[in-house]
């Protein structure tokens, strides 16, 4: 789909962030090889929820996520949780981090969370 927004922005960058991102990424790249040799994606391990996200203990892996935003801004997390209560936690962890440190804006995943949200259950996360 092409539209005037859509040719502003470069090649996607995809980083996915699991405890498992090394094994996740060796899948994903048996069923799907062609994707991760064409666009930027990589798998850094981070555990949202279980890693630290700041000072001396933070963790590699968020760590390199805030040096990539700080090179270019995240447009969009894209949070895949088994729970509804797991991907609202991960939010307001995120929401926390950002507040505390000015990383990773909110309107990075606030929107794009809130519309997923929205197409789930068929109304606005307010309304909810």
């Not at 996607?12 to 799907?32: C, V």
Request: aromatic share 6%; proline share 8%.
């Amino acid at each position: 789909m092409l539209t005037p927004v859509a040719g502003t922005f470069g090649p996607p960058r995809i980083t996915a962030l699991d405890r498992n991102a090394k094994q996740q990424e060796k899948a994903f790249r048996a069923r799907r090889p062609a994707v991760l040799d064409t666009l930027d994606i990589a798998g850094l391990p981070f555990d949202l929820g279980g890693d630290p996200m700041e000072g001396d203990a933070a963790a590699a892996g968020f760590i390199r996520v805030v040096e990539l935003s700080e090179k270019e801004p995240v447009t969009a997390i894209y949070l895949a949780s088994p729970t509804m209560a797991d991907t609202l936690r991960a939010i307001m962890l995120l929401q926390q981090h950002y507040q505390r440190t000015g990383n990773m804006g909110p309107r990075s995943f606030i929107a794009a969370v809130s519309k997923a949200m929205t197409a789930i259950s068929g109304q606005p996360l307010a309304e909810r």
